[in-house]
T-cell receptor, first 116, second 114 residues
Framework: AQSVSQHNHHVILSEAASLELGCNYS??????LFWYVQYPGQHLQLLLKYFSGDPLVKGIKGFEAEFIKSKFSFNLRKPSVQWSDTAEYFC??????????????FGQGTTLQVKP | DSGVTQTPKHLITATGQRVTLRCSPR?????VYWYQQSLDQGLQFLIQ???????AKGNILERFSAQQFPDLHSELNLSSLELGDSALYFCASSVGGTGNTEAFFGQGTRLTVV
C-alpha cells in the first residue's frame, strides 16, 4: 500500500535557524507531491507542489522543496524560520497510476515550534 | 479563506446517533473530497466525488456515506456513532478529478462523540 513517512514528529527551532523536514513515500510510479501547512485553528493551506519539471520547487513564504526521485523523497526547506512559521506541516502524495484521482495520501505531520 | 465552506464547525453528539456534515466547494470546483483527521490515524482519505459521481473511495466505514448534489455541495453522513469516530472532518475541493489538480481545504468540522 502507498504510504508517506515524515521523519520528524516534533521540531523545535529558534528564529533564524534553518529548517529541513523530511518526507519519503513508498509508491514507485509517477506521483504528484505536496506540502501543506496547518496553522493553529486554521485549515490546511498549500505551501508548494510538484507535478513535473524542475525538481526544486519554490512555494509561498520562502519555503522550497526538492524532489529526489531515486530516494523517493520530497524534503521541505526554509533557510531562516520565523516565529510565525509555528504550525503543523504535512507532506502528501497523489499517485497517477490506475484510477488516477485527486486522492491524497498524507504523512503523519510534523509539528514545528519556533521560539522567538 | 480557502473558499471551501464546512458546516457546522463543531458538533457534539452521543454514541449511536447520526449526524450530517455539509461542505460547499469553491466556485467552479467539481471535485469534493472528505478526510478524517484523528490523533491516532492522522489524515485519512475517506471519499471523493466528481461532478456528482463517486470517483474514489478510501478507508470509509460502512456506517459512513456521502453524496454530492447537483449544485455540487456534498454531505457526509455518519451513523451509529462510536467514541472512536470523534475527529476533525475536512472537506476539500478541486477543479479537476485527477491528480494534476490542487485541492483546497475547508476549516473542518470537529465531531465529538460522548
Amino acid at each position: 500500500a502507498q504510504s508517506v513517512s515524515q521523519h520528524n514528529h516534533h521540531v523545535i527551532l529558534s528564529e533564524a535557524a534553518s529548517l529541513e523536514l523530511g518526507c519519503n513515500y513508498s509508491y514507485g510510479g509517477t506521483v504528484n507531491l505536496f506540502w501543506y501547512v496547518q496553522y493553529p485553528g486554521q485549515h490546511l493551506q498549500l505551501l508548494l507542489k510538484y507535478f513535473s519539471g524542475d525538481p526544486l520547487v519554490k512555494g509561498i513564504k520562502g519555503f522550497e522543496a526538492e524532489f529526489i526521485k531515486s530516494k523517493f523523497s520530497f524534503n521541505l526547506r526554509k533557510p531562516s524560520v520565523q516565529w510565525s512559521d509555528t504550525a503543523e506541516y504535512f507532506c502528501a502524495v497523489n499517485s497517477l497510476g490506475s484510477g488516477n484521482t485527486g486522492k491524497l495520501i498524507f504523512g503523519q505531520g510534523t509539528t514545528l515550534q519556533v521560539k522567538p | 479563506d480557502s473558499g471551501v465552506t464546512q458546516t457546522p464547525k463543531h458538533l457534539i453528539t452521543a454514541t449511536g446517533q447520526r449526524v450530517t456534515l455539509r461542505c460547499s466547494p469553491r466556485s467552479g470546483d467539481l471535485s469534493v473530497y472528505w478526510y478524517q483527521q484523528s490523533l491516532d490515524q492522522g489524515l485519512q482519505f475517506l471519499i471523493q466525488y466528481y461532478n456528482g459521481e463517486e470517483r474514489a473511495k478510501g478507508n470509509i466505514l460502512e456506517r459512513f456515506s456521502a453524496q454530492q448534489f447537483p449544485d455540487l455541495h456534498s454531505e457526509l453522513n455518519l451513523s451509529s456513532l462510536e467514541l472512536g469516530d470523534s475527529a476533525l472532518y475536512f472537506c476539500a475541493s478541486s477543479v479537476g478529478g485527477t491528480g494534476n489538480t490542487e485541492a483546497f481545504f475547508g476549516q473542518g468540522t470537529r465531531l465529538t462523540v460522548v
